[in-house]
């Protein structure tokens, strides 16, 4: 089995970036985690600060992997484009967000691209990651 993660922008500063919300790990070193309990599956990792290069590596995955678990940081409440991108592939997308975005400011209550994926899992820090690879285990 071949799942995507994929990380929008400034998430490549996990560890570094406000860390009283998103915690003091960094992601490789969390992704190391995922992969030894995840022994039976390929976990390929992905992240982008920018919109289209996110969209490209959609497409790229998306009519021959398995799962897609899809952070897109800020573009989730913004991005039609990765809306449509979403709607567009054949993947199973999981929309993912380490902080209980419902807790936060109002701006951070919609997304656009939640109408388009599986489902969604926010909240649980790191480990929502890890709940949204369990999802796509549940559908196969
Ligand atoms: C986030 C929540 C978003 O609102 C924010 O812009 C992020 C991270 C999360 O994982 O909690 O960059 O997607």
Same mark, same amino acid.
């Given at each position: ?30 992704? +190391? ?8 599956? *390929? =976990?390929?990792?992905?992240? @982008? &600060? $920018? ?31 990765? +809306? ?8 199973? *997308? =999981?929309?993912?967000?380490? @902080? &209980? $975005? ?39």
């Amino acid at each position: 089995m071949n799942i995507q993660i994929i990380n929008g922008p400034n998430l490549n500063l996990l560890g570094v970036r406000e860390k009283s919300i998103y915690g003091s790990a960094d992601f490789e070193s969390y992704l +190391a985690e995922l992969q030894n309990h995840f022994t039976n599956i *390929t =976990i390929n990792y992905y992240q @982008s &600060n $920018v919109e289209g290069e996110i969209i490209n590596k959609l497409h790229e995955v998306g009519f021959s992997y398995d799962g897609i678990v899809l952070n897109a940081g800020a573009y989730t409440h913004t991005s039609i484009a990765i +809306a449509d991108a979403i709607a567009a592939i054949k993947t199973p *997308t =999981i929309e993912v967000h380490i @902080s &209980n $975005v419902y807790k936060r400011e109002e701006f951070r209550h919609h997304s656009m691209l939640a109408a388009s994926c599986k489902g969604v899992i926010a909240g649980f820090g790191m480990h929502s990651y890890r709940l949204a690879i369990e999802s796509l285990l549940l559908q196969y």
